[in-house]
């Protein structure tokens, strides 16, 4: 075991039936020490009971977590995989859910999305500005913005700095046929929270910055901030649709702001494009989920800004459709 690995819960099972060679998304243990699986890819589902043959692993995994009953929310390597940790006290006990999430970590266009929005994506991304994703808990949004940044880092070089509460995929490390891409990631709870986290990201001068989910006001002035001076912000937000997405960022950031106007001014000068996703069941392959996404990109439609300055999202719908048909053409979402 290496100390990166001791320093991160590493567990390595003995041969025999194991739970890494199982696919699924998260992996739910009870009070009682029952284990199910949510969409285990030839099993059925959605939820599935942890089948026989892998008992035995599962209980040493168990003890691995009673034994590292720290955070309500870490991360844990367990035999060769990461998994993010929420611990829930329900009135029966303690729940844990692990999310695993998706290695290899896909490339751009082997995600699901539409190829036009995915190359409009890693346009946008060459230069500043906040892309923002958007669904709901375990839509895949991660995934998609570890993806971008990865191949932004590889075809364009430079250094990207992540924060995030905790690191869900261990992604820290060199990157580009020349090495020319530098990706490091600092846990926010490790240095006291996101706004410590933050001022220590930007003594990198990174090109690229990756946040978490954004939750807290100061979180979302500085992220909104970075994008207008010159970076390139990559961010996810719990949110029902891609207004839906623009409206919590808003409120979340009006918080920190002298006004709702300032807020809003700032937030239509950042903003390059805003993705949101859903994982819905794959009809083809049972088990398996599918990735519906759609984009709205801002460009220099200045008349677009201005919706969101205005706060009239309501507005958005229009344009919202018009990409949405132009990408299911295989157009670009914007005119070039």
């Known amino acids: ?41 030839g099993l059925g589902g959605p939820i599935v009971a942890v089948p026989s043959a892998y008992l035995a692993d599962l209980q040493r995994l168990i003890d691995m977590l009673h034994a590292d ?38 490339t ?22 906040m892309v ?23 075809a364009c070089g430079d250094i990207a700095v992540a924060v995030e509460d905790p690191p869900e995929i261990p992604m820290q490390g060199i990157y580009g046929d020349r090495g020319q891409g530098l990706w490091y990631q600092i846990d926010a709870r490790a240095v006291g929270g996101y706004e410590n986290a933050m001022v220590a990201a930007m003594r990198y001068n990174p090109r690229f910055i990756l946040l978490g989910e954004i939750r807290e006001p100061q979180v ?14 990559l961010a996810t937000i719990h949110g029902s649709s891609l207004s839906g997405a623009i409206m919590a960022l808003q409120q979340v950031a009006a918080a920190s702001s002298s006004s709702q106007e300032l807020a809003r001014s700032i937030l ?12 819905r069941p794959d009809p083809v392959h049972p088990g398996r989920q599918r990735l519906h996404a759609e984009i ?7 008349g677009l800004r201005a919706k969101v300055r205005n706060g009239k999202l309501e507005q958005l719908s229009t344009e919202i459709e018009t990409q949405r048909l132009r990408i299911q053409r295989g157009q670009r979402p914007l005119p070039a």
């Open 1 to 41: 075991m290496d100390d990166e690995n001791a320093a991160s819960g590493e567990g390595v099972a003995p041969q025999g039936n194991r739970l890494r060679d199982l696919e699924f998304t998260d992996l739910i243990i009870g009070p009682d020490g029952q284990g199910h699986l949510r969409y285990a890819e």
């Open 69 to 106: 009953e720290r955070e309500r929310e870490y991360f844990l390597h367990y035999d060769g995989v990461p998994y993010r940790v929420a611990s829930i006290g329900t009135i029966k006990g303690r729940t844990c859910f692990l999310r695993r999430p998706k290695l290899p970590l896909p």
């Open 108 to 129: 751009l266009d082997s995600l699901g999305m539409p190829r036009a929005m995915w190359q409009m994506l890693f346009e946008i991304g060459q230069s500043s500005g």
């Open 132 to 154: 923002l994703f958007s669904g709901a808990t375990g839509s895949g949004k991660t995934t998609s913005m570890y993806a971008l940044l990865r191949q932004l880092l590889t």
């Open 220 to 233: 979302a002035h500085e992220a909104i901030r970075a994008a207008v001076n010159g970076h390139l912000v």
């Open 268 to 279: 239509a000068d950042g903003l390059a494009a805003v993705v949101h996703q859903q994982l």
């Open 296 to 302: 709205l990109c801002f460009g220099n439609d200045t």
